[in-house]
């Protein structure tokens, strides 16, 4: 029902720190999940059944998905705020004054990197600082990092966020995908990881979490664990494996800034500068639905109505045009 041990093992650096102590402690209860959604699914299911009177806080706004997975656990939820739609950055102050009025001991769903759906993340001394809070609150943090790598393009770097809380003593718990930085969407492998006070509540945290996959699941796929096991377990296939997702996350911040330069020539009377100080796959632009709704009609350039975009689907060959699309209909606004 856990999976693929060896897999887990290689996630859990990834996520925790090679060195970690808290790995050689024994003290991480860890399963093979179903991607990131099957792991927040089985936390939330976790979550449910054994502290059956506990919320999940959630930021606004988030991956829609996050709402049912939560929902059809029937944890009930609450949100905090996150989004400043003046700035389009964080709306901190707001975000901090949540966390301090939630119940303590409440439950917060963090986005470890590149946030979505909007690509904005907290800066470090921000994030020390939410650590911070939560720990005198004594929340209980539940990372979901489905793009570790696609921030910065390095790993390590997008685990920032998870690092200072596990400095500052956190018992947390984390999601993890291989969807995007392995391109392995279709396999659904990720992990989920519950960092428990010694080893003896590890083992039984993992034990609860196989009893909650059985009638579920059962077992997850195996074909998947074994790209990921065989690729990390390797150094030299590891080293390319970190080369090609630098690759890919410096192609992302490459249109993120070549998005903005054709915008500015255009003249755009719009600041458009939120392009390159978000991050990850996803730019939250801004735009109204009925914005998005001309870009579709007009152009046959597809986006969520929320205004976010794919910068994924940016390349240099179609980003000259979409400047000028996003320019007609955003210019007499
Ligand atoms: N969490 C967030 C924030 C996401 O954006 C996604 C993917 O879209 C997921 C989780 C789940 O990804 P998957 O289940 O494909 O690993």
């Given at each position: 029902m856990g999976g693929s041990v060896k897999m887990v093992e290689e996630t859990l650096k990834l996520a925790y720190g090679e060195d970690s102590k808290f790995i050689k402690d024994k003290r991480i209860a860890a399963v093979q999940a179903l991607s990131g959604t099957g792991a927040c699914r089985l936390f939330a299911d976790f979550q449910k059944r054994f502290r059956p009177d506990s919320q999940i806080?959630?930021?606004?706004?988030?991956?829609?998905?996050?709402?049912?997975?939560?929902?059809?656990?029937?944890?009930?939820?609450?949100?905090?705020?996150?989004?400043?739609?003046?700035?389009?950055g964080l709306d901190f102050a707001a975000l901090m004054d949540d966390v301090k009025n939630a119940p303590n001991g409440s439950f917060f769903l963090l986005h470890a990197c590149a946030h979505n759906p909007t690509g904005v993340d907290p800066s470090e001394d921000q994030w020390r600082e939410i650590?911070?809070?939560?720990?005198?609150?004594?929340?209980?943090?539940?990372?979901?990092?489905?793009?570790?790598?696609?921030?910065?393009?390095?790993?390590?770097?997008?685990?920032?966020?998870?690092?200072?809380?596990?400095?500052?003593?956190?018992?947390?718990?984390?999601a993890q995908s291989y969807a995007k930085n392995m391109?392995?969407?279709?396999?659904?492998?990720?992990?989920?990881?519950?960092?428990?006070?010694?080893?003896?509540?590890?083992?039984a945290v993992k034990s609860q979490l196989q009893q909650l996959a059985r009638p579920m699941y059962s077992n997850p796929p195996v074909h998947g664990a074994l790209i990921v096991s065989t690729i990390l377990g390797n150094p030299d296939l590891k080293s390319l494996w970190l080369k090609e997702v630098k690759v890919m996350a410096d192609r992302i911040i490459g249109?993120?800034?070549?998005?903005?330069?054709?915008?500015?020539?255009?003249?755009?009377?719009?600041?458009?500068?939120?392009?390159?100080?978000?991050?990850?796959?996803?730019?939250?632009?801004?735009?109204?639905?009925?914005?998005?709704?001309?870009?579709?009609?007009?152009?046959?350039?597809?986006?969520?109505?929320?205004?976010?975009?794919?910068?994924?689907?940016?390349?240099?060959?179609?980003?000259?045009?979409?400047?000028?699309?996003?320019?007609?209909?955003?210019?007499?606004?």
């Open positions: 806080y959630i930021p606004v706004p988030t991956w829609a998905n996050h709402h049912n997975i939560w929902r059809d656990a029937h944890v009930p939820q609450r949100t905090y705020h996150y989004y400043h739609p003046e700035s389009k650590s911070y809070q939560i720990k005198v609150k004594g929340h209980f943090p539940f990372f979901d990092m489905a793009y570790q790598g696609f921030a910065s393009g390095d790993p390590e770097r997008d685990a920032k966020s998870i690092r200072i809380f596990l400095e500052d003593g956190h018992a947390i718990g984390i391109g392995l969407y279709g396999q659904r492998v990720g992990c989920l990881s519950v960092l428990c006070e010694d080893e003896k509540q590890a083992i249109m993120r800034t070549a998005l903005r330069e054709n915008l500015e020539k255009l003249g755009s009377p719009l600041s458009w500068k939120h392009i390159t100080e978000q991050i990850g796959m996803f730019c939250y632009s801004g735009m109204t639905p009925e914005q998005v709704d001309r870009l579709t009609k007009e152009y046959h350039i597809y986006m969520t109505r929320n205004g976010r975009i794919s910068m994924a689907g940016v390349t240099t060959g179609n980003v000259g045009y979409l400047a000028n699309a996003i320019n007609e209909v955003t210019k007499s606004s």
